[in-house]
């Protein structure tokens, strides 16, 4: 069977989310894949907020809904992708969505599962659902790592 490894936090404020994604920050490597999955609402963009101030980007991270990716610049190149407004995987391969899952950034990819065949199998995936108005269950699960 794959490698799975799986993990699960409780959230109890937006800004604890932050300070786990930064935590998350500190660990990543080179070539890492992260799709966050969720509800909206769930704390997905919260995440990457967290994760990108952690990573040393500067500027504002709001979610990339219309452009459907922006680039960052950290400590290496962050790539947050927003397929929710996805038409279909041609809209992905049109952007160059696959160089970057292969690239030299770490990507950060809501709503990834609309575009699950594209992903790459080696992954990590971590799920938000909302327990009520200020509490979140964080899963992370590592895919063939
Ligand atoms: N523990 C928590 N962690 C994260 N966000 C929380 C938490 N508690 C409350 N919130 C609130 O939930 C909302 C999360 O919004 P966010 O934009 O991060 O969701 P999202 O998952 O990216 O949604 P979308 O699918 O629309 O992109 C924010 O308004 C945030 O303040
Ligand atoms: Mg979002």
């Not at 769930?42 to 709001?62: L, P």
């Not at 397929?83 to 950034?105: K, N, P, Q, S, W």
Request: hydrophobic share 40%.
């Amino acid at each position: 069977m794959d490698k799975i490894i799986r993990k699960e936090m409780i959230s109890n404020s937006p800004e604890e989310t932050r300070a786990i994604a930064a935590g998350v920050a500190e660990d990543v490597k080179k070539g890492d894949v992260i799709v966050l999955t969720g509800n909206l609402g769930a704390g997905k963009t919260c995440f990457v907020q967290g994760f990108t101030k952690g990573f040393g980007v500067k500027e504002i991270v709001n979610s990339p809904s219309f452009a459907i990716v922006n680039v960052y610049s950290g400590k290496f190149p962050v790539y947050h992708m927003d397929f929710y407004r996805l038409t279909g995987v041609d809209e992905i391969r049109a952007i160059g969505c696959e160089d970057y899952f292969y690239g030299d950034g770490v990507c950060l990819i809501e709503w990834g599962e609309r575009a699950v065949n594209l992903l790459p199998a080696r992954r990590i995936e971590i799920n938000f659902e909302m327990l009520d108005k200020n509490t979140r269950e964080i899963t992370f699960e590592n895919f063939k790592y």
